[in-house]
């Protein structure tokens, strides 16, 4: 077998050796493919491995000898899944590999704006804390989470987590998902339509795939029925936020914060109006980037080429 990384860097920096996928036959891995080289370095591969570099149906068509994408990550939408069906080529990917980094740095977020740590960090290393007056010093509002009511859009395996964390700290869950419903034992999960969720929720934390359906749910209309004092997070996918209507309801005061993982184009533009606000954290893409996570996703990529060579294929998302 031929395999051909297109873009191994962001999984292995040097800390994440490929042996396991390497094993099953010739094996070629770089760092990054722009788009102009995306055919060039494809052809020849029977099994083709990518994270971001998107696999359109021209590229699709433009690769005889393909038989296998492996898409190293949870989210698939950078390959046209439909176009390898027709072809007859399964789409793997990782479905389960992040879902405690994610949901830890989820709630580090969520901690950030409300505890404030970075910034008080900062107050102490200035020495004001060394000029005040009183054991304490309180510059900036802290808020307590207990009682508070954390609105999970998509509750899957990541949602759940964090639903767990915010379930110790005293939040109430409330929950919506467009078909199931998933059962959370022990924890008491109210289920709203999205509009009620974001009338009621005092934290809105997304967690769900980006789709066509949902691309830019989080618009002016629905930020504009959130609580002044509330917060968005989002760990998920950039484009589901409307970015120009976010910039705004934060500028206006119509909700207290954001916090993001990620953002519509990334990386995020250095004119980007997201950058600056005082009410928005923002951090880049690294919420699925522990070791531990990307080692999970490495072995579970090894599995994912087994299972097709042995003629099981399995984590298949388009229907082969």
Known sequence: MNLVVLDGYTLNPGDNPWDQVAAFGKFTVYDRTPADLIVERSRGAQILLTNKTPLRAETISALPELKLICVLATGFNVIDIEAARQRGIPVVNVPEYGSFSVAQHTIALLLELTNRVALYDAVVQRGEWSKSRDFTLMTEPLAELCGQKLGIVGLGRIGARVAAVAHALGMEILAYNPRSRMELPGIPVRWLELDELFRQADVVSLHCPLTAENEGMV??????????????????????????????????????GAALDVTAREPIPSDSPLLGLKNCLITPHIAWATLAARSRLMATTAENIAAFLAGAPQNVVNGI
């Open 219 to 256: 618009h002016a209309g629905r930020l504009g029925l959130m609580k002044p004092h509330a917060l968005l997070i989002n760990t998920a996918r950039g484009p589901l936020v409307r970015e120009p209507d976010l910039v705004q309801a934060l500028q206006a005061g119509t909700i207290a």
